[in-house]
């Protein structure tokens, strides 16, 4: 039987302090929220007890911060999509901020299974004046643990709309695009950091953070696969090609930890959650 399960945060500044509200519907919690920064960011860790998705499956999450509260979300383990016997299983987010609100959108890795009918959709709806950070990691398969993604198919949507509109389809099957020289040339990782702001980055703001990103990326193990580039005014991204999760994750990591001080001027603290 399909498990459905919806979450809504609804993030609000009070008094100096960004606080969470929330409801749910079926397995999908968030956890206590913490301040290991002081009270302006509110730390949360969403959790799906089941731990992953197979066919017929929706997680749909919600996210709504208003005026000067800043949230930090992340997961504790990756998602995973497991083999499906037909049905879709889908994973839809839609995350919305006032204005002069902060969002920061880190959920760990998702991992494709082999045999998965996967669908993964982010759209982000920005006010003028707000900003968000955030991420998504994709792992075809488990190659470490000799369980390649052989069979299946998975779509990607990423929206800020009427500003960026990234979709993707990748097929198992499909070796052109898999290993392929100008597709993902065996890599098994595909990950993106994106900073999105409400209206356009004044030039010397943006071109730091470029600059802030390709010195990170030079100096890294990944250098001839990575890259940031930015699409629009509003848009900064980081593109990453990797043989497993581990080192796209941490060098998304390392040019967020350069990217809070530049642009948010504050410090690259990472959620404790990472560390265990």
């Known amino acids: 039987m399909p498990w459905h399960a919806a979450l809504a945060l609804d993030y609000q500044q009070e008094s100096g302090t960004t606080v969470v509200r929330h409801t749910h519907t079926g397995p999908l919690r968030v956890l206590q929220s913490l ?16 731990g992953g998705l197979v066919g017929g499956d ?15 979300i992340t997961t504790p383990g990756a998602t995973r999509f497991y083999r499906s016997e037909g049905e879709i299983a889908l994973q839809s987010t839609r995350l919305s901020l006032e204005p002069n609100a902060r969002l920061e959108w880190l959920p760990l890795e998702a991992i494709l299974y082999s045999g998965c009918l996967a669908e993964n959709r982010l759209t ?7 900003e968000l950070m955030g991420w998504d990691v994709t792992a075809l398969g488990l190659p470490s643990a000799s369980q390649p993604f052989v069979h299946g198919h998975f779509r990607q949507h990423i929206e800020v709309p009427g500003v960026w509109l990234e979709r993707g389809t990748l097929d198992a099957t499909d070796a052109r695009l898999l290993d ?13 950091l994106f900073f999105v702001a409400g209206s356009p980055l004044e030039r010397k703001r943006l071109q730091a953070a470029l600059d802030g990103a390709r010195e990170v990326i030079s100096a890294h193990a990944l250098a001839a696969t990575a890259g940031v580039t930015s699409p629009n005014p509003q848009v900064i991204i980081v593109r990453v090609l990797a043989p497993v999760v581990e ?11 350069v990217w809070r001080p530049q642009l948010w001027n504050i410090a690259g603290t990472s959620p404790r959650i990472w560390a265990m």
């Open 35 to 50: 301040y290991p920064e002081g009270q302006a960011v509110c730390h949360n860790v969403l959790v799906h007890p089941p």
């Open 58 to 72: 929706t997680l749909d999450i919600k996210v709504h911060v208003a005026a000067q509260a800043h949230g930090l």
């Open 124 to 130: 982000m709806e920005l006010a003028p004046t707000a």
């Open 180 to 192: 392929g020289p100008v597709g993902l040339a065996g890599h098994r990782c595909l990950a993106s």
């Open 247 to 257: 080192p796209a994750m941490e060098l998304l990591r390392t040019v967020r930890a």
